[in-house]
């Protein structure tokens, strides 16, 4: 079946850096996403990785690793206005996403 | 950037109403839509595939004949709960995605339904 693992949450300090994993088994890979979501609203895209590396976005960046299929969201510099749902996305051979379940980080003063 | 627009935002209706909610996307053509349910504290569930010119593809366990999908132009398509009932209060999200490939599906804001 198909598979993708994120924690379900996480704290941590404004002003510091944190990581949030996301590990996929699927039917096939084209491509990998991440969204916020704040509570009560839709989700925002904030980063897409096909090929290994890392995509840097200002504050957040995403890494992917194919063969290990394991990417993970990098957020620096942590804002209050971080605090969201970060959910990992998987889009399989059928170019459906699949998606996780979320990790709710919660930043604190 | 792609644009999705949701309308209503927020629904409160008697139980046994059906409710219309519309998606349309505003700069781009999308051949497909998604509907997706969000309960709180729980996270997205993909409903249907909703196909332009053809019949939408339903996830197990969601009924189509009680959330019908209608994807008639490239712009817009619309779900209607029918004959809505208390269970069936929650967030409904669509989302679009442009034909070219390795886009991000964009959301709508989204339509809170509630069902007294």
């Known amino acids: 079946g198909q598979n993708i693992d994120q924690p379900t949450e996480m704290t941590a300090t404004e002003g510091a850096i944190v990581q949030i994993n996301c590990t996929y088994q699927t039917s096939g890979f084209n491509g990998l996403f991440w969204y916020q979501q704040h509570a009560g609203e839709a989700p925002t895209f904030l980063s897409y990785?096909?090929l290994d590396g890392l995509e840097e976005k200002g504050r957040f960046s995403s890494f992917l690793s194919r063969s290990k299929g394991y990417s993970y969201l990098l957020l620096k510099e942590l804002q209050m206005k971080d605090s969201a749902s970060y959910l990992c996305?998987?889009?399989?051979?059928?170019?459906?996403?699949?998606w996780g379940a979320g990790t709710k980080l919660i930043i604190k003063p | 950037g792609a644009v999705v627009s949701q309308h209503p935002s927020w629904v409160i209706c008697k139980s046994g109403t059906s409710v219309k909610i519309e998606c349309r996307s505003l700069?781009?053509?999308?051949?497909?839509m998604f509907w997706y349910r969000q309960f709180p504290k729980q996270s997205l569930m993909l409903m249907a595939t909703s196909n332009e010119g053809s019949k939408a593809t339903y996830e197990q366990g969601v009924e189509k004949d009680k959330f019908l999908i209608n994807h008639a132009s490239l712009t817009l398509s619309t779900l209607t709960v029918t004959s809505a009932h208390p269970e069936d209060s929650s967030f409904y999200i669509c989302?679009?995605?442009?034909?070219?490939?390795?886009?991000?599906?964009?959301f709508g804001d989204g339509t809170r339904l509630s069902i007294l």
């Open positions: 990785n096909v």
């Open positions: 996305a998987v889009e399989d051979s059928n170019y459906q996403l699949i």
């Open positions: 989302s679009a995605r442009e034909p070219r490939g390795g886009q991000p599906q964009h």
């Open positions: 700069d781009f053509q999308a051949t497909t």
